[in-house]
């Protein structure tokens, strides 16, 4: 059975920092694209970072140099450290799965509508 499970979530204050963690199962994943996601309450979905099978990372430009991407494929897990954290980053986040060639496809990050598999999202909230 597919499952993602993300974990790590909690309140801070501005300036804190969080790591995030998704636990894989079910698949072979270490050839999967795999990313984060949020969404914040009245907002959209928004891409946060991906990771390619290769370790190859993409980020949105307002978490570049705050928020790190790292999977570990042996252990099938994917982890976001988040440091700097701002009342703007409060959101429920979310882990997801996608073909190999999505984190490939162009230089842009990758559409959410893109990604096959998805967690039940952890909630981050930030307080200034």
């Known amino acids: 059975q597919v499952q993602l499970v993300e974990s790590g979530g909690g309140s801070v204050q501005a300036g804190g920092s969080l790591r995030l963690s998704c636990a894989l199962s079910?698949?072979?994943?270490?050839?999967?694209?795999l990313g984060w996601f949020r969404q914040a309450p009245g907002k959209g979905r928004e891409g946060v970072a991906t990771?390619?099978?290769?370790?190859?990372?993409k980020y949105t430009d307002s978490v570049k140099g705050r928020f790190t991407i790292s999977r570990d494929s042996a252990k099938n897990t994917l982890d976001l450290q988040m440091h700097s954290l701002k009342p703007e980053d409060t959101a429920m986040y979310y882990c997801a799965a996608a073909l190999p060639s999505t984190c490939y496809s162009n230089s842009r990050l990758p559409e959410g509508r893109l990604f096959l598999y998805w967690g039940q999202g952890t909630q981050v909230t930030v307080s200034s």
């Open positions: 990771i390619a099978s290769n370790e190859t990372t």
């Open positions: 079910g698949y072979r994943w270490s050839t999967y694209c």
